[in-house]
């Protein structure tokens, strides 16, 4: 049975015809989403979380006209932008999409919608360790969002994995509420802009363990240690409160696969320089995409708009 048949009998047909449906709720999709009503297209973003990964970055300095502004507060912005353009937005999450006859459908636990042209802008999403006691102490003591959980941790030991910008910023941020921060990198080097990594340095109260990888994390109702691949301070269990896993993304182009959408073996949806997929009339932007080695919000934001741009371009052929 196909994935249409199977929600062709769950679901309502939502309204009319879409000229454009936007998949995903981040930076790239309401960036797709603003420049979709500038040229007059009937437009919908679908979305599970508005705002994307941005909402959930501690603090952004790279975004141009923002100094210094948190995730939260830009995504804030960006939201009013989009709705002060009167766009459809549907706090929703896409099961599947097929297409039809040259119509796009796209499915939603309670309904389903039709397009003429889609845009794909559905982020990525966190990677896992995959090591015993992180599914298990999920939500007590195990974390992948320091800016949602930081404040569950005042006066107490933390631990973050990871080297990257998000690793660096999250262990800035729980500095300023936990007495004690260990970031554990299974390297020697940071891959954190060197600005971030400065910063590192020079906070006392986080603590790096260099070239050591978490195989194990330990507690009984709530995380109560970690146990590491080598010895630090002359032991291999480190005590800590929590444990916050950034280790990375990987693309969310599950959705894309009924619609046969080119991808890397990464699982990136590849595009063109106009971000083109090899599907007539799918679009894709953002951090899902290989757009660009370059994975941050302006980047992505600048892929909607060209997203956007090129759906309006294939809706005018169609006219003539």
């Excluded at 979305?47 to 507060?73: M, W």
């Excluded at 936990?178 to 971030?196: N, Y």
Aim: a positive charge.
């Amino acid at each position: 049975m196909t994935t249409n048949k199977i929600y062709s009998q769950h679901q309502k047909i939502g309204m009319g015809m879409y000229d454009v449906v936007i998949i995903g709720s981040g930076p790239a999709g309401l960036a797709a989403g603003i420049y979709s009503a500038r040229y007059k297209l009937n437009s919908l973003i679908i979305g599970k979380e508005f705002g994307g990964a941005c909402a959930t970055s501690h603090q952004i300095e790279n975004y141009l006209g923002f100094i210094s502004i948190s995730g939260a507060d830009l995504a804030k912005k960006f939201i009013e932008h989009v709705k002060n353009y009167n766009i459809e937005i549907i706090n929703n999450e896409v099961k599947g999409i097929v297409r039809e006859a040259g119509i796009f459908i796209i499915h939603t636990p309670s309904q389903r919608y039709q397009a003429k042209t889609i845009i794909l802008a559905s982020g990525t999403q966190r990677k896992k360790l995959n090591i015993p006691g992180e599914a298990e102490f999920l939500g007590r003591g195990v974390s992948y969002c320091a800016t949602c959980d930081c404040r569950f941790f005042k006066n107490k030991v933390a631990a973050v994995i990871g080297g990257s910008d998000a690793a660096v910023t999250s262990a800035l941020l729980l500095a300023e509420y936990a007495k004690k921060v260990h970031i554990i990198l299974r390297r020697d080097v940071f891959r954190a802009e060197p600005i971030w990594v400065e910063k590192l340095n020079q906070n006392s109260k986080i603590e790096k363990i260099l070239n050591t990888q978490v195989v194990k994390i330990l507690g009984d109702k709530i995380v109560k240690s970690l146990e590491l691949s080598r010895e630090f301070n002359g032991k291999k269990n480190l005590a800590v409160d929590g444990i916050f896993i950034e280790i990375g993304t990987v693309p969310a182009s599950i959705i894309a696969n009924n619609l046969g959408v080119t991808t890397t073996k990464e699982e990136l949806i590849e595009v063109d320089k106009d971000c083109v997929t090899n599907i007539t009339g799918c679009f894709a932007a953002g951090d899902i995409t290989t757009a660009s080695n370059l994975k941050q919000i302006i980047t992505a934001a600048a892929q909607g708009a060209i997203a956007a741009t090129s759906a309006y371009k294939y809706i005018q052929k169609l006219k003539k």
